[in-house]
């Protein structure tokens, strides 16, 4: 199947600063990548639906200002969870459809202080 | 929207048993149902998927079956072993897994839990 990565897989922030993640997929072009969050034990929620070059389309609830979407280019999408707050802290996912089949990236596990 | 409603929420079974998950959708427009596996900490791995115009899929000791009518779907493992143990999601899209209105909906997810 498709490759789909992250960058990092885990990462470790003081509250209040910004943290960006990387979602790339390796062997194949995605105009399209999905972000999602999930908390322990819990489901995986969408948060927002990645377009490459256009902008990113937001589930109810999600602050757009808040987590920043760009989709530069078709193989990376990036996730910028600005002014990060303990609430915060979550297992984020993306992922990328490939012949009509969703892969998902490893994760980035945030913790924010 | 979409609405995933997973069951149960915990199963344990002894190893060489059968497990099954049952899932049930809101949306009758919904055409795609995939079954994902996730081991603790890592990412949701595909394990098969259904299309709205079969009604059964099985590959080796993993079978789905689906009823579009009563909008509902299942995950049957057969001869389950202690490697199947993790957590399971379903979900469901009306975008047939890559259209423009493809979007994901997942159920809250099943740990299943092989015993030796």
């Known amino acids: 199947g498709a490759v789909v990565s992250q960058h990092p897989s885990w990462v470790i922030c003081k509250s209040g600063t910004s943290v960006k993640i990387e979602c790339r997929s390796l062997?194949?072009?995605?105009?399209?990548m999905f972000w999602y969050r999930q908390f322990p034990k819990q489901s995986l929620m969408l948060m927002a639906t990645?377009?490459?070059?256009?902008?990113?389309?937001?589930e109810q609830g999600v602050e757009k200002d808040k987590f920043l979407i760009n989709h530069a280019s078709l193989t990376l999408s990036t996730l910028t969870v600005t002014s990060a707050h303990p609430e915060d802290s979550s297992f984020y996912i993306c992922?990328?459809?490939?012949?009509?089949?969703?892969?998902f990236g490893p994760g980035t596990r945030l913790t924010v202080l | 929207g979409e609405n995933v409603e997973q069951h149960p929420s915990t199963l344990s079974v002894q190893e060489g048993d059968s497990a099954v998950i049952k899932c049930t959708y809101s949306d009758s427009a919904s055409n795609y149902f995939p079954w994902y596996k996730q081991e603790l900490g890592k990412r949701p791995q595909l394990i098969i998927d259904i299309r709205s115009n079969v009604g059964e899929k099985k590959d080796q000791r993993i079978a789905v079956t689906l009823n579009k009518t009563a909008k509902h779907f299942s995950l049957h493992i057969t001869e389950t072993q202690p490697e199947d143990s993790a957590v399971y999601f379903c979900a469901a899209s009306n975008g047939g897994g890559g259209g423009s209105n493809y979007k994901l909906t997942f159920g809250k997810g099943t740990l299943l839990t092989v015993n030796p």
């Open positions: 062997d194949f072009q995605a105009t399209t």
């Open positions: 992922s990328a459809t490939e012949r009509a089949t969703e892969f």
């Open positions: 990645s377009n490459e070059g256009s902008k990113a389309t937001y």
